[in-house]
């Protein structure tokens, strides 16, 4: 699916304004500490409207960045969508049955999604890679509304 | 014949044992991130660097595509870039473009952003370049100013934004040429993929394999040899009725 299909599925009625947040060194320190895992570029792009943003970020699986589409409203996750996938093995993460299981995911005291996401066998670190980007997207949804006030 | 079998295949036990260590701990030692430098490996597989594809100078610094490598100076910027449009100086930054993509580059090299911008043009971009402060980009018949805070890309027209500058390629020179070469070959074979060649025997090419298969032979005619003689000693040393 390409990038501007999935923001027209996210905002079907809207035209949805394009933001960045810069990643400070606060930010990556945060991340890092909540996440255990860091942020590759300096700014970060996504998409809001009422209150619904959509973040489409990179993550490496095994050798190469799998792109996913995450929609983060309310500090809940929905919609995720793998973008682009470019690993010769693992695609299997592309499919509904697995970016179903992230609908209504949050992330816990620890940082981490407070879902049970079941994993493919032959496909961990896609899983993986998937799995960070969804918490990245929702520590990221809480950054910007603290950093709103 | 079991002990010369035995001394014979050292090596390889070895060998094997060393390499399907490695191999069972990749993750752990992140085989497939590091990287061969020494050049007559790089020479036996065959690694080489294609000509260069475009360089543009911005500024004091230089854009470079080596195969799908994109080179800031003398660091490689991104990976997976098929063809570079040009790159331009914009207000604080250096904006990068290839079909499909900006990328927006700090003075000092780092990766800000890269934009997708077909969420933005209904085609590849075939040209940037720079009216005063403001980033161009031209797909096919049709321009398009980015924005202020390099957020979207909107259709304009040359009156809207002034005389455009549009770089032009340039050669690199020979030294610059040497140093990038030198790191597109540091990345073109990773030791995961050394190790399990060095596992399976293919570093030999066609040979490599039916080698490893004649010393898997042997390992086994050494277990059965071996279980034999422990059975025919323990026989022997049996008191007779």
Known sequence: METADYLRAVFPNAEPMPNTLWVTNELRRSAEAALGAGIASLRVRYWQHDGRTAWILDEIGKEQPITVGVVVEDDTASMVRVLEFRESRGWEVRYPFFTDQFNDARLNAKGEIDLQIDGITGATLSVNAVTRIVRLALFLYRYTGEASG | ?241
Not at chain 2, 93 to 115: M, N, Y
Request: net charge negative; with cysteine; aromatic share 8%.
């Open chain 2, 1 to 241: 014949m079991h002990r010369w079998l035995g001394v014979g295949s050292v090596a390889f036990v070895v060998l094997l044992s060393v390499t399907g260590i490695a191999l069972n701990h990749s993750s752990d030692l992140s085989l497939d991130r590091h990287y061969v430098r020494s050049s007559w490996l790089l020479a036996w597989y065959g690694v080489e660097v294609p000509a260069p594809q475009s360089s543009f100078t911005v500024d004091a610094h230089r854009v470079s595509l080596i195969g799908e490598r994109l080179y800031y100076d003398d660091q490689e910027l991104a990976d997976r870039v098929p063809a570079l449009v040009g790159a331009v100086s914009i207000p604080s930054f250096i904006a990068v473009a290839t079909p499909t993509d900006v990328l927006l580059v700090t003075l000092d090299g780092s990766l800000v952003e890269r934009i997708d911008t077909q969420i933005f043009l209904p085609g590849e971009i075939t040209a940037i370049g720079v009216a005063g402060a403001v980033l161009v980009l031209r797909s096919g018949d049709t321009l398009y100013e980015a924005d202020e805070k390099l957020l979207t890309f909107i259709p304009c027209r040359e009156s809207d934004v002034g005389e455009i500058l549009w770089p032009a390629p340039s050669a690199i020179p020979e030294d610059q040429l040497a140093i990038l070469q030198q790191l597109y070959r540091g990345r073109g074979l990773s030791l995961e993929r050394l190790v399990v060649d060095l596992h399976s025997g293919r570093i030999f090419a066609q040979i490599g394999p039916l080698l490893l298969d004649a010393v898997g032979i042997i390992f086994i005619a050494l277990s059965v040899l071996g279980l034999l003689m422990w059975l025919g000693r323990n026989g022997r040393s049996r008191p007779r009725s």
